[in-house]
């Protein structure tokens, strides 16, 4: 048959058959989301886990979350998108084993209020890489009063890092766990993802919610804090805050006065941390650069 033939007289029975492939295939892609869609109902989801967790200790905090953008797990083992193997010039070298004793501990934010001294610092426990590992870092945890919440058996630990975000008050040196989560490859940030809570500076006050503590991707430049007055509070990072001419002398400040997006040490996201002006509250938070 010839190609004018099929052409002008009918589909012949392979072409019937691609055409019903194609219906097939198109019913299909109409059952599954495609493009952003996917990581947002991941996010949504994630997001819904993690403000039970995130509501430890503190029952006003308020939840926030942002936007979703793209899912990237660059800075995390297997995350740079690459493929194919590399010539091995050498035998390969066993990874160090993580330490599941000791978080590491980085200082997010301090300042004062009503002349009581308040930090906010981030515990950070690395992902074991096995049962061994996690039971043994799981004793840990409970030493330093860090149990994850609903944790059943040690082994959900296996390829999580954990951390617990803590807020001192006063001069008592007692650590209060505010917010806990766990943190795998398929939690990482990108663009303007941001994830936040707004609590009271004050354990145990009703509010007003004045203390921002949120996450955002590595890549990010400036979070803005809004709040219900109207004015706004830019949390830049280091090398934004000393670019833009705010601290010529190169030192910049650590306390609230001056908030900073940081790195933290454990984790491939970064966390900021800002406080309403007395007499007001917590509006609104997003990434603006």
């Known amino acids: 048959m010839s190609a004018d033939r099929e052409t002008n007289h009918g589909m012949t029975t392979h072409d019937m058959a691609n055409s019903d492939i194609a219906l097939l295939l198109a019913d299909a892609a109409d059952e599954v989301e495609i493009g952003i869609a996917p990581y947002q109902a991941v996010i949504r989801g994630g997001r819904r886990r993690r403000a039970r967790r995130w509501a430890v200790a503190t029952a006003t905090t308020l939840v926030l979350v942002g936007s979703a953008g ?36 980085t200082l997010l934010a301090s300042g004062t209020d009503h002349g009581k001294k308040w930090r906010v610092l981030i515990d950070v426990w690395a992902a074991p890489r096995d049962k061994r590992e996690a039971t043994a870092e799981l004793a840990a945890m409970r030493e330093f009063g860090q149990t994850p919440t609903g944790l059943r058996d040690a082994s959900e630990l296996v390829g999580k890092a954990s951390y617990f975000v803590l807020r001192e008050y006063g001069d008592s040196g007692k650590e209060q766990a505010v917010i806990e989560d766990t943190f795998t490859s398929e939690d990482n940030m990108a663009g303007r993802d941001i994830e936040a809570a707004a609590i009271p500076v004050v354990p145990g006050a009703d509010g007003p919610n004045r203390l921002v503590v949120g996450k955002v991707a590595s890549t990010a430049q400036q979070v803005t804090c809004t709040w219900k007055d109207g004015s706004t509070t830019e949390v830049p990072t280091v090398w934004e805050a000393m670019g833009a001419g705010r601290d010529p002398s190169g030192q910049v400040r650590l306390d609230s006065d001056n908030p900073l997006i940081r790195r933290v040490s454990g984790l491939p996201v970064s966390w900021f941390v800002c406080v309403a002006p007395e007499g007001t509250e917590f509006k609104s938070v997003a990434v603006t650069k």
């Not at 493929?83 to 501990?105: F, K, L, N």
Request: proline share 19%.
């Open 70 to 105: 793209t899912l990237a797990v660059a800075g995390l083992p297997g995350g740079d998108g690459s493929r194919g193997a590399s010539v091995a010039t050498s035998p390969p070298t066993a990874p160090p084993a993580p330490d599941v004793r000791t978080p590491s501990r």
